[in-house]
């Protein structure tokens, strides 16, 4: 368990960012296990029409954003004038041997070792190795390779990301930067208007908030409780490409941080003025039981009326007429993908309707 502790200065402690490589690596790990990421089936099917050299050296590299992603990737990450190649090149700065900890951390069980301690302990490092040959040679080669020479592995790596980056993700770049921009904005206004808490309650169903103890909880399977100060703040970074996870980097020498799915933004045409007789419609939509399931549903991922019904233990027409309700009210937009039609949650609406209550009173503070 992964445990934060706010003081009660805690919005001076925390600061929000975004990073094009970072962005970039959770992007690439989509496309090594594309069914585990149905809101990024879009960008899969783009990545088909890369070039079928690079498609074979990003599986043949894809170990290293597959699962942990090294913290070296998040280099720069607080900068907001760093652009991608800013960051490439602060990772090839840093020290081999730490480069070789992050790398071996990619292939081995990290609920027993670190990458660390292989670098620092021949023996960790020589049972590990033995144990890896007898169930994964080409893994064990892998691993080998990283603790010999950690510069050549990463500079391969390296090379994949820049030749991916130049042959879609630049683009994709400029296409979700705004949105994560806008995300970071709504979040800021969110603590503005009602505080830090319940801004960290919106932010993935994952994270567990308790106001009244000033506390944020993640299950990890390493635990951690950190008091968040002046000194050792923590930064949010907004990602699209990292849903459905959560990343938490708490690990010296890495600066503290959360990497969190901002979902994309509903088009511009769903935006509507907040008039009373606008809220209004909003809280009626909101106020049935049924209509608060479907809601929390559509927080965790996008889904079709026919999932939303057997969640819910429903016919599909009567989930049918709830979602009706819910996009009329401009809660929920639509968009197809092949045969389907999936249901989206509108988060700027949600906002839109939670700063026109949160100006009808005073603030009080969580």
Partial sequence: MITLRFTESAEEDVS???SPLLEAVHSWHVLTDPGH???H???VRRCRRLPAALRRRMRENGSVVADYVPGFFESLAGDHDADFADQLAAVRTLPPALLAAELAQTLIDTTRYTGHRLVEDPAVRDAVLAGLRRTDTAGAARLDGILTDPLAVLEDTLTVLEDYWSAAFADEWER???SLYESIARAGARIAHQGLFPMLRTLAPQIRVDPGRRTL????????DITITRERPVTFTASHYVWPHVRVTCDNPWPLRITYPALPL??????RPTSQEDTLTALRALAAALRLQIITHLAAQSRTTQELATLLGLSASVTSRHLHQLTQAGLTTTHREGYYVLYTLNPTRLDQIATALTTLTPRHEA
């Fill in 41 to 43: 089936v879009p960008w």
């Fill in 16 to 18: 929000f960012s975004l």
């Fill in 37 to 39: 990421h149905a809101l």
């Fill in 176 to 178: 979700v930067e705004p």
């Fill in 217 to 224: 909880r993640l299950d990890r399977p390493h635990d951690h």
């Fill in 266 to 271: 509903a088009p511009a045409s769903a935006a």
